[in-house]
């Protein structure tokens, strides 16, 4: 079995709510979740995920979990193993000895729903914003980007404001660390602009 996945960006979460709401979708309590992911040692962001195996420790409510990835036909479409694990701070030091390196830390609170078959995931994911992700369990030998059409098209029917995204949370939230390095805030450019020279 595969974990094939859409994710969108919320611009208007009132207004998902109520869609949601209008289809039977129960959203759970909030949860936090701390994951730090990592990938293997050689692999760069901007590089191919495809084929790729990346692995990821998440912390719920002081138990731990560990996650492998393996993204298919795109970044979205992942074979995936995951366990509880005792003790987090031994694994992380296992896996950098397996030859990864820790990458992000991705931290969200996530309130969670299904719809028939479907998973259904709300995230405020912190220093990058609010996305809806749905997510089916499908065979192997299942094109991933069919279901991924009827996730997307399910989206659609719910008539939001909604920016679909290819990316994952780990990519999302290392474009977000290095926009917020590479642009000053307007503080800075002021000053930048208003400091004499000496």
């Not at 909030?30 to 962001?45: E, I, K, N, R, Y």
Request: aromatic share 8%; net charge negative; proline share 3%.
């Amino acid at each position: 079995m595969r974990e094939v996945e859409v994710k969108f960006e919320v611009v208007d979460l009132d207004a998902l709510l109520v869609a949601l709401k209008s289809r039977y979708v129960e959203l759970g309590d909030l949860v936090f979740q701390d994951d730090q992911a990592f990938a293997p040692l050689g692999w760069s962001f901007g590089d191919s995920k495809l084929g790729v195996s990346f692995l990821r420790l998440r912390t719920v409510n002081g138990r731990h979990w560990f996650a492998l990835k393996q993204p298919g036909v795109n970044a979205q479409d992942c074979l995936e193993y995951e366990t509880e694990v005792a003790d987090r701070r031994q694994m992380h030091e296992a896996i950098l000895r397996m030859g990864y390196w820790a990458t992000v830390r991705v931290a969200k609170s996530r309130r969670t729903g299904r719809h028939g078959e479907v998973s259904l995931c709300l995230d405020e994911v912190e220093g990058v914003g609010t996305f809806l992700e749905l997510e089916r369990m499908v065979p192997d030998d299942e094109p991933a980007t069919a279901v991924q059409d009827e996730l997307a098209a399910f989206v659609a029917s719910l008539g939001i404001d909604a920016v679909r995204t290819s990316e994952t949370y780990d990519s999302l939230v290392r474009a977000a660390q290095e926009e917020a390095v590479r642009v000053p805030s307007s503080r800075e450019s002021t000053e930048a602009v208003s400091t004499p020279a000496t």
